[in-house]
């Protein structure tokens, strides 16, 4: 065994092969170093940064399970190991190493805490919610961030009186916490009430005038008729002063665009959405239109008639699936079927499109080796998942808009599947996508030319699946809608096997909670002031009609 002295020259010798970008070398002497003895943990860690730094990420999680093995109470390793497992798509190895910790330390309560954050993004709603109160027993510290954590957990679970409980909760603990603020906000905006979203909205900004999200939603909840209105200077001083934080300043351009599209500023509207999208482009990946040609033509080729029959379960189960592009309709569909006392809105459920990662990965390619058991077990799943979430609906929407690109999957793993597919003007849609901030994996959102490409993609995958099962497919087109809203309900409801009711054209004043961008148009109740929404802005974008 070496001295300690002849230790610490040979472990600086590699640090110092390291620092010069000498990886392999340094990784080598190491490797020669990490053998079983007191100094074992200081070269492992030196290991796993020398992995981190050359992105060997499953090199990393190996040393990161000797670092384990060698300190088995480490939270720091497991807390590491889990964040990587996750990057590497198995959170559920991940959660296995921190159920292991907690058997040996069931007192850690950051290690449940920990856990409830991995349940949570596992979508195993329940046993994060258990995680969450054991970490509560134990005493952990900050309880108000565990309540409004429980709070957010509830809201995703459509909970609206728990969530608001838990918010309240973690208020009384600390009534200036701004995360319970901000998320009881928005939980009185998902339900309509909007004089209490802006009045918390308002009180947060009172603390803090550079918390740019609440300035942001408040825009969001407000209506505005006067072309004057102070808020918009508000917005205007405010996306100069957050140019420290592009996505937050993002954020305010979009707000600033809908005030000012809302009092018929459209010129200056689209110019704040612009620039709104022109800080998107900088944060999300190039919108590449041969390469999702391509994957368009693979989703055809994979999932074509022939082998939709030939893996069909024996599933009696019907699930109805809302889908279409973005800011389609697709909420408000939703919202006025939710009226109906047999329909449930699930609203954007994540749960086909984790059980696709988790199960079918690399997709679609792995398709063609699937057997029509396997899909049997990922739809029980996911029926399982839904049942969870929602134990006493006996119709459950599923209204995440980017299932369309599944429904070849969905039509096999569930034969009886009802699909209600909403279509919207071109130019409109193209529009409303550019004047949302929607998530990252969006590429195609930042740009007016690159939505209309997706858009065309998008109408050639539906015509696919409608030539593969048009009879189970039915169309809502948004127009029609809200130009003739009972016959469409009508058709619908026969579509879906149930009878007329006339609360679903009463909607608006339901009270279930909306969690979508489309949030307030919904509460308005139908009009048509969104349909050829583009002419207003046609003199402004003299391009936009070739789109």
Not at 39 to 48: C, D, I, K, S
Not at 140 to 155: F, M, P, R
Not at 268 to 294: C, H, I, M, W
Not at 418 to 440: A, E, N
Request: aromatic share 10%; glycine share 6%.
């Amino acid at each position: 065994m070496a001295s300690t002295a002849e230790f610490e020259s040979a472990f600086r010798a590699a640090q110092n092969l390291h620092k010069k970008g000498k990886l392999a070398e340094a990784e080598q002497a190491y490797r020669q170093l990490a053998g079983t003895g007191d100094h074992r943990e200081t070269v492992l860690q030196a290991l796993f940064d020398l992995y981190l730094q050359s992105r060997h990420p499953q090199q990393a999680v190996e040393t990161l399970v000797a670092l384990i093995e060698e300190v088995p109470d480490s939270l720091t390793y497991h807390a590491h190991l889990a964040n990587l497992l996750q990057t590497l798509g198995q959170p559920e190895v991940a959660i296995g190493y921190y159920e292991r910790l907690l058997e040996r330390q069931p007192g850690l309560a950051d290690g449940h805490f920990s856990l409830a954050l991995m349940y949570k993004q596992s979508l195993r709603y329940q046993d994060a919610l258990r995680a969450y109160e054991k970490a509560l027993e134990l005493g952990i510290d900050n309880v108000q961030e565990v309540y409004s954590n429980i709070g957010v957990l509830y809201s995703q679970m459509r909970n609206v009186p728990k969530a608001r409980e838990m918010y309240e909760r973690a208020l009384a603990v600390d009534g200036d916490y701004v995360p319970a603020l901000f998320n009881l906000a928005g939980l009185h905006e998902e339900v309509g009430a909007r004089e209490l979203a802006t009045d918390i909205y308002e009180r947060i900004l009172a603390a803090n005038p550079r918390h740019w999200d609440s300035l942001a939603r408040l825009a969001q909840a407000t209506k505005l008729t006067d072309p004057e209105d102070p808020l918009i200077d508000r917005l205007k001083r405010a996306v100069e002063e957050a140019d420290d934080d592009r996505f937050a300043q993002e954020g305010t351009y979009f707000a600033l665009g809908k005030v000012l599209d809302q009092v018929a500023r459209f010129d200056e509207a689209f110019a704040a959405y612009s620039a709104a999208n022109a800080l998107g482009k900088q944060r999300n990946r190039p919108y590449d239109r041969p390469v999702t040609a391509q994957a368009f033509d693979q989703l055809i080729d994979l999932f074509d008639h022939d082998w939709i029959g030939h893996n069909a379960t024996e599933s009696t189960a019907s699930p109805i699936f809302v889908c279409g592009m973005f800011r389609s309709g697709s909420t408000l569909i939703e919202q006025m079927l939710s009226a109906h006392p047999e329909i449930t809105s699930g609203g954007e459920l994540d749960f086909l499109p984790w059980l696709i990662a988790r199960n079918l990965g690399p997709y679609p390619q792995r398709i063609s080796q699937v057997s029509s058991s396997e899909l049997q077990r990922i739809g029980d799943e996911y029926l399982s998942m839904s049942r969870e979430q929602f134990p006493d609906a006996v119709n459950i929407t599923d209204k995440r808009p980017d299932n369309f690109l599944h429904l070849g999957l969905v039509k096999a793993m569930f034969p009886q599947a009802r699909i209600v597919y909403t279509s919207r003007d071109r130019l409109d849609t193209c529009l409303s996508v550019f004047f949302q901030q929607l998530g990252g994996n969006l590429s195609y959102a930042s740009d007016l030319g690159d939505t209309a490409d997706y858009y065309d993609q998008h109408v050639r995958l539906m015509s696919h699946w409608k030539a593969c099962f048009g009879d189970d497919i039915f169309t809502v087109d948004y127009d029609e809608l809200v130009r003739s809203p009972e016959p469409v309900l009508r058709g619908l409801l026969e579509f879906l096997g149930l009878d007329w009711d006339d609360r679903c054209l009463a909607f608006e004043s339901s009270g279930d909670s909306v969690k979508t961008a489309s949030l307030w148009q919904v509460r308005e109740g139908l009009h048509k002031s969104s349909s050829g929404r583009w002419r207003n802005y046609a003199a402004v974008i003299p391009e936009l009609e070739s789109l």
